[in-house]
């Protein structure tokens, strides 16, 4: 993205009786489409700017999502599918996507950032690793060519399995056997002064090492942290020490001005009985309590005057997504528009057919607010 804006994501939240109105929360959504059963993206764009979200990440270049957008002021991610990469190394073929997906739609719709490729660096096709840096490098000089390259930035997002160590974050490290993809994109990075990217999932670690990693740790909740004995940096949460680690990778190659951002977070709300910690409390407390260190405009301890930039996964929950059951329970809405869980968050999703509306206890299990959400 070009830049943060200033669009805010108004919610109350409510833990143990009290109530904390936050307002202001710079926050991203990603909004994924895997399901047969979502509302229309008109009726998303709805949603959304009821909620205040100005920032909404896409995995690709949906043309009825972008035309939905018109004059909405919310600025956008777009992306390259993995399978398209590859042919996106031919410049004119890059110039040729991007006068047809990203042209139309500017300046009425707001295109921020385009991500070519998606965890390349997560699976084992060495092919596909080699073509991501020429691919954003065609995609970079198409916007060049189209003078855009000062409004849209060219990135990638990428999964923590890129780290050949995390801990202490202070220690952070790439494996050695993706330098030569790696160091090339981060010099890239450098050049164009876009973002560094990454999927951080802190359920992931809970999951697969519950009898030794704090549940408190992992969702925000209070704990007595973990100390980076190199730093004597202490961390009261597992994502700030993820981001942590990626910063000290980046500047280990020689890269200190490369900004580190967060394209996906989230916590599912069920799972396969082998999904411990899969639950709607847990996810509630990770994206609540993430939510009230947004607002409040944390940074990391390794960098704490530049606040955390997150974009939550996911907008819905999407019933076509493969894998586990978690996979397809990460929403924090339903497709009706109803909240998964409680954090608060307040949204109309217009009707589909007709105006009226009907009254939904948003926080029904507390007894302390309605929202009212239009449903078809």
């Known amino acids: 993205m070009a830049k943060r804006t200033s669009g805010c994501f108004l919610l109350c939240l409510l833990f143990s009786g009290q ?30 700017r009821s909620l205040n979200i100005s920032r909404v990440k896409l995995y690709d270049a949906d043309q009825n999502v972008l035309s939905a957008f018109i004059n909405t002021d919310i600025e956008f ?77 060219v990135t990638s997002a990428h999964s923590l399995d890129m780290l050949g160590n995390s801990y202490p974050p202070s220690a952070g490290s790439f494996k050695q056997d993706l330098a030569v993809y790696i160091q090339p994109i981060l010099n890239f990075h450098s050049m164009t002064k876009s973002p560094f990217l990454i999927n951080a999932y802190p359920y992931f670690a809970y999951k697969e090492n519950a009898g030794t990693v704090s549940l408190d740790y992992v969702l925000f909740e209070p704990n007595a942290g973990v100390t980076d004995a190199l730093t ?50 847990n996810a509630a407390k990770y994206n609540g309590n993430l939510l009230q260190r947004i607002a409040m405009k944390q940074g990391t301890p390794m960098n704490p005057y530049v606040p955390v930039d997150v974009y939550v996964f996911a907008l819905f929950n999407e019933d076509l997504k493969p894998g586990p059951t978690s996979e397809r329970n990460y929403g924090l809405f339903y497709p009706d528009g109803t909240p998964v869980y409680n954090i608060g968050l307040h949204g109309y999703l217009p009707p589909m057919l007709s105006s009226s509306f009907k009254m939904v206890p948003a926080l029904s299990t507390l007894g302390i607010a309605i929202v009212i959400l239009l449903l078809a």
């Open 19 to 48: 109530v904390i109105q936050i307002l202001g929360i710079t926050v991203g959504i990603n909004y994924g489409q895997i399901a047969n059963n979502l509302p229309s993206p008109n009726r998303v764009a709805s949603l959304l």
């Open 232 to 281: 004597n940096l202490n961390y009261d949460n597992m994502l700030y020490a993820q981001i942590d680690a990626v910063y000290a990778a980046v500047r280990a190659w020689g890269y200190p001005d490369i900004e580190v951002r967060i394209s996906e977070t989230g916590w599912p709300s069920r799972g396969d009985s082998e999904e411990i910690g899969a639950t709607p409390e």
């Open 77 to 153: 991610v777009i992306g390259i599918g993995n399978e398209n990469v590859s042919t996106m190394t031919d410049p004119a073929k890059a110039l040729g996507w991007l006068q047809q997906h990203v042209l139309p739609h500017l300046p009425f719709t707001k295109i921020t950032c385009i991500t070519v490729g998606n965890e390349i660096f997560k699976g084992n096709d060495t092919v596909l690793m080699a073509n991501l840096l020429p691919a954003m490098q065609s995609v970079y000089r198409g916007l060049v060519s189209l003078g855009l390259d000062k409004k849209v930035n």
